[in-house]
C-alpha cells in the first residue's frame, strides 16, 4: 500500500497512522491478512535520558533541553503526535463517541500480524492508545511487544482477540503483554 493511496480495498494504505488520521467516529479500518514490519511503523513518541551536551548523543538521537531524545515506534498508534524533538512530523487522530466508536480490526478471516521485533529498544508499542476514548483495537498477533493503554483522559477502550507474544519481560520499563497507565504508574 500507499499512504498517498485512497485507503479502499483497491488501493490500500501502507501504515495505520494513514487510516487513524483519517478516521471518524464510527469508521472500521480493516487489517488485511499478513505480517506488517518496520516499514508500516509510525513515530509515535519520544523518549529521552540526560545528557550534558550533544555531543553525548547517539547518531539517530537530537540534544533538546538537556537530554538526548530519540522517536520511539508503534504500529498502531491511536494517539495525537506533536513532533516535538523528532524529525517526524506531527498528526492528530478523533476521538470515537459514545454511539460510534472507532474500531481496527482484522480483515474477516485473515490474521494481521504486527511485527515489532525489529524495534527493539525503540519500540513503544504494538499498539499505543493515548489520551483518546471509544475505541476498538481486535484480530491482531502482536509479536515483540506490548499493548499499552493510558494516561489523560484516555477512556472506553475495547482490546479483544488478540494475541500477543515474545515480548521482552526482564530490563523493560513494562514486563507485562498490556499496559495500562493511571499516569502515575503504570
Not at 62 to 84: E, K, S
Request: aromatic letters at 8%.
Amino acid at each position: 500500500g500507499s499512504d498517498a493511496a485512497a485507503g479502499t480495498l483497491a488501493a490500500p494504505f501502507r501504515t495505520f497512522r494513514a487510516a487513524l488520521i483519517k478516521a471518524k467516529p464510527g469508521d472500521i479500518i480493516l487489517a488485511r491478512g499478513g505480517t506488517y514490519g518496520t516499514d508500516n511503523m509510525t513515530v509515535c513518541g519520544t523518549a529521552f535520558r540526560p545528557a550534558p551536551s550533544a555531543a553525548d548523543c547517539a547518531p539517530d538521537e537530537r540534544y533538546l533541553d538537556g537530554a538526548c531524545r530519540w522517536d520511539q515506534y508503534c504500529m498502531v498508534a491511536i494517539n495525537d503526535f506533536d513532533g516535538w524533538a523528532s524529525s517526524a512530523p506531527a498528526y492528530t487522530v478523533a476521538d470515537g463517541t459514545p454511539d460510534h466508536a472507532i474500531t481496527v480490526k482484522a480483515y474477516p478471516g485473515e490474521l494481521p500480524i504486527l511485527d515489532m521485533r525489529a524495534a527493539g529498544a525503540r519500540g513503544k508499542a504494538g499498539v499505543l492508545v493515548q489520551r483518546k476514548g471509544y475505541y476498538t483495537v481486535e484480530g491482531f498477533e502482536i509479536i515483540g511487544h506490548i499493548i499499552a493503554i493510558g494516561r489523560d483522559g484516555t477512556h472506553d477502550i475495547t482490546v479483544r482477540r488478540n494475541h500477543v507474544h515474545s515480548i521482552r519481560t526482564t530490563g523493560g520499563w513494562n514486563p507485562g503483554i498490556v499496559q495500562i497507565d493511571r499516569g502515575d504508574t503504570a
